[in-house]
């Protein structure tokens, strides 16, 4: 999806992989002074004048202070000048392609497509009822935002004068408001209201209302005193926005301070557990995509932040190989080899072999290798590493990092996925640090399963090269420094730019990757109000289900009565009040009652279970099996061990109680 910013046709410039030249640009031999691996900038480029990377004046580096090095830019500026000596001379590769700006309304129909509410336009606007209880579950600035791209929309179908009908936004909303006044709430949907938080209550009111309308809407209530490093995630982080700003201006001039000392964020314990990326169903995931995509865009709608996002450009790529390849691509011709794998084989053989040369090593990641040896070991991996015969004993440790970056920088998409690249580059400018992290975090949701396990992995291990920073000489902010131009570089190079404004992208995009790297585990958490928003769609739609249900019964002349007793009785069949039955299918004992209890946890439950395990059963580990909670209110879902059964039981009493494994 997307869109494109600029005024005139934007001429992209697709680099792609040549027999005689396959890797490294050329550099300085083993004698010489070590050059950077080469880049042929990615997926794409602007097509102009590569803007000349001024000379920096030089910075004193102070191993025993971080600090100076936090404050010093000199990693960014050397690591940009390596990839930008290894791209002369590879403009005989180049491919251009044209891609024309569509219109402002057709930017908004695609933004609404991938919102999941492209019924409410086009063929299919005569019954958009689908989309009813998706708008149902939107919070107000949620709603807001879904209703100023459905305006533009409706304006430009009008001047097209199209033949299908174009909804008023006013008769949308309104339907959805009487949808919500039509059908009480049953004891699900009641149960997920009142074990939300006490501002999502608020949350739910404003948002019944109708958006058209210029109605008092009450306004989000203050959040609880809290300690200032606290994130919440059970109110939508654009609704956190309007009260910051009502409340407290003053308060968003926190965050343009120094880089060199981030807050120590924390997430608050949930007792009815955390969620995070893989816990979720596909079908549900689905689900917190598109509202993460309309939390995204409401948030920076309150903030005053364009949202830009580019176009997916088709280019030719090849469709075997290590290098240059889509990672879709790679990760189909590597689960031929390991099935199930997420990650890259080569991603993963080359962070391996930087370890195995251990972390400790001073420069790691900053030193590159030579040129030259980059060139080679990339041609010899292509030619052996699916047979098993390339000797990576003859890869040095500086050589393997180099070629990891090179893998990043030349992956025909970025990693950061070319919808989102530059939103991502644009979170730098929200105001306040906990904006920009709740931005990341509904960026990573929105990524690609393929770009965000990659992420992911590559993260984790730059972590485990900062946790050995006394000796490697690698603080956050170097690593970031580094890394960043590996990542962000196609929208940097390319452009004719002042030197200030070449400064302020380098400390820019250093700045988000070190809240990327440092604040990892967060950002792979999924929001509780995105959770809950799901819970309320299921539950609407299981009303819509049994009515239907229903209806095809009566007409097929069955005892309503006997299905209704049926119905309600299905989970409460032997389990008394205040008990759960778990189910273990695959482990000796299949099946428990469990009382619950104000202090039983998800890590209890299986305790039981796995204490009475004998046989090969016995040898089942902590974290090889986990507890489910499925169907009622939810797909599945994965609970952490920490998550409190009986709140978890009242928020979803319909749901099914399931020990089993991840899939892979």
């Excluded at 926005?241 to 965050?255: C, F, L, T």
């Excluded at 949930?270 to 549900?284: F, S």
């Excluded at 004719?496 to 400390?507: D, H, I, L, P, Y």
């Excluded at 796995?610 to 046989?615: A, H, K, T, V």
């Amino acid at each position: 999806m997307s869109w494109l910013s600029s005024s005139q046709g934007v001429v992209l410039t697709a680099y792609h992989h040549s027999g005689k030249d396959q890797a490294a640009g050329e550099g300085p031999d083993k004698d010489g002074e070590p050059a950077a691996s080469s880049c042929r900038y990615g997926q794409y480029t602007m097509n102009q004048e590569i803007a000349q990377v001024k000379d920096k004046p030089p910075f004193d580096r102070s191993s025993s202070q971080d600090s100076a090095d936090e404050l010093s830019m000199e990693d960014y500026w050397t690591e940009l000048l390596n990839i930008k000596k290894s791209n002369e001379n590879r403009q005989e590769d180049q491919e251009v392609v044209i891609v024309k700006e569509p219109d402002e309304g057709e930017l908004e129909e695609e933004w609404l497509k991938e919102a999941g509410l492209s019924n409410l336009f086009g063929e299919s606007a005569e019954d958009p009822q689908e989309s009813m209880v998706f708008l149902s579950t939107l919070t107000r600035t949620q709603a807001a935002a879904v209703q100023k791209r459905v305006e533009t929309v409706s304006q430009t179908l009008r001047k097209r004068n199209k033949q299908y009908q174009i909804p008023d936004v006013r008769d949308i909303f309104a339907h959805q408001r009487e949808s919500k006044e039509k059908a009480p709430d049953g004891p699900e949907s009641q149960s997920v209201r009142t074990n939300e938080n006490k501002y999502q209550g608020k949350d739910d009111q404003a948002s019944s209302l109708v958006v058209g309308e210029r109605k008092l809407i009450p306004r989000v209530p203050e959040e609880a005193p809290a300690s200032e490093t606290d994130i919440n995630l059970e109110v939508s982080f654009a609704e956190q926005a309007v009260n910051q700003k009502e409340s407290s201006k003053d308060r968003a001039q926190k965050s343009k301070g120094s880089d060199t000392s981030l807050p120590s964020f924390r997430l608050p314990k949930d007792k009815t557990g955390t969620t995070r990326i893989g816990d979720l169903a596909p079908q549900d995931m689905k689900k917190v995509r598109f509202l993460a995509l309309i939390e995204l865009t409401a948030l920076y709608d309150v903030l005053g932040v364009e949202l830009k996002q580019q176009k997916a450009v088709k280019i030719k790529t090849k469709d075997s190989g290590l290098f240059y390849v889509p990672l879709t691509v790679l990760l189909e011709q590597d689960q031929r080899k390991v099935p199930g794998t997420r990650i890259p084989l080569i991603f993963q053989k080359l962070i391996s072999r930087i370890e195995e040369g251990g972390l400790e090593t001073e420069g790691l990641l900053r030193i590159p290798g030579a040129a030259t040896r980059i060139k080679n070991l990339c041609q010899e991996l292509e030619a052996k590493f699916y047979e098993g015969t390339f000797n990576w004993e003859s890869v040095k440790q500086h050589d393997a990092a180099s070629l990891l970056k090179l893998f990043i920088r030349e992956l025909p998409q970025p990693l950061l996925s070319v919808e989102y690249l530059k939103a991502f580059q644009d979170v730098q400018n929200l105001p306040t640090k906990k904006q920009q992290l709740q931005a990341l975090n509904l960026l990573v949701i929105l990524l690609p399963d393929a770009n965000r396990d990659t992420l992911k992995a590559l993260l984790e291990f730059l972590q485990r090269v900062i946790d050995n920073k006394e000796k490697n000489k690698m603080t956050v902010m170097n690593v970031a420094m580094v890394m960043a131009p590996n990542l962000f570089m196609c929208h940097t190079l390319g452009l004719k730019s002042s030197e200030q404004r070449e400064f302020v992208m380098a400390a820019g995009t250093a700045s988000i990757m070190n809240l990327l790297i440092k604040y990892q585990q967060l950002l792979w958490t999924i929001p509780k109000f995105l959770v809950n928003q799901v819970r309320k769609q299921n539950t609407e739609n299981l009303k819509k289900d049994k009515k239907t249900m229903k209806k095809l019964l009566k007409k097929m002349a069955y005892d309503r009565e006997k299905y209704e007793k049926q119905d309600k009785s299905t989970n409460d069949a032997d389990v008394p009040q205040g008990v759960i039955r778990v189910q273990a299918p695959h482990l000796s004992k299949v099946s428990m009652a469990i009382q619950l209890t104000e202090e039983l946890k998800a890590s209890d439950v299986l305790a039981r279970f796995l204490s009475q395990e004998s046989g090969i059963a016995q040898t089942l580990k902590r974290g090889e099996v986990f507890l489910y909670e499925i169907g009622g209110n939810i797909g599945e879902r994965c609970l952490d061990d920490d998550t409190y059964m009986k709140d978890l039981y009242q928020l979803n009493p319909n749901a099914e109680w399931v020990i089993k494994s991840k899939p892979s």
